[in-house]
């Protein structure tokens, strides 16, 4: 079993910037790409961005490209979402994702995920 815990949220002013960490703990045989995610209250849960472990490619919604920014570290189980730029509407509860396989599906969809953090909260104020 693998458990991804967050980190990094907290309250900032929109223009400015946070920096959000998914530590990974437990044995991974086999993970194939990790995704960030977001829920606003009363809001359906939506994809954020993805990397894949091998090759570092990845992957943005159109509401966040060019703002944010996702890596990984392998070697510390860890992986980054770099938020500038911020605005209101980016206030969410922001979840770390991990994606054992490549089932077909695209990294957009959240079934696609094996495992997932508890949140944590972004709240970006004007």
């Known amino acids: 079993q693998v458990q991804l815990v967050e980190s990094g949220g907290g309250l900032v002013q929109a223009g400015g910037s946070l920096r959000l960490s998914c530590e990974a703990s437990?044995?991974?045989?086999?993970?194939?790409?990790m995704g960030w995610f977001r829920q606003a209250p009363g809001k359906e849960r939506e994809f954020v961005s993805a990397i894949r472990w091998s090759g570092g490619r990845t992957f943005y919604a159109d509401s966040v490209k060019g703002r944010f920014t996702i890596s990984g570290d392998n070697t510390k189980n860890t992986v980054y979402l770099q938020m500038n730029s911020l605005k209101p509407e980016d206030t969410a509860v922001y979840y770390c994702?991990?994606?054992?396989?490549?089932?077909?599906?695209?990294?957009?969809?959240?079934?696609?995920?094996?495992?997932w953090g508890q949140g944590t909260q972004v709240t970006v104020v004007s």
């Open positions: 437990g044995r991974t045989f086999t993970s194939y790409a």
């Open positions: 994702a991990e994606r054992l396989s490549y089932s077909g599906t695209s990294y957009s969809i959240e079934g696609s995920y094996d495992y």
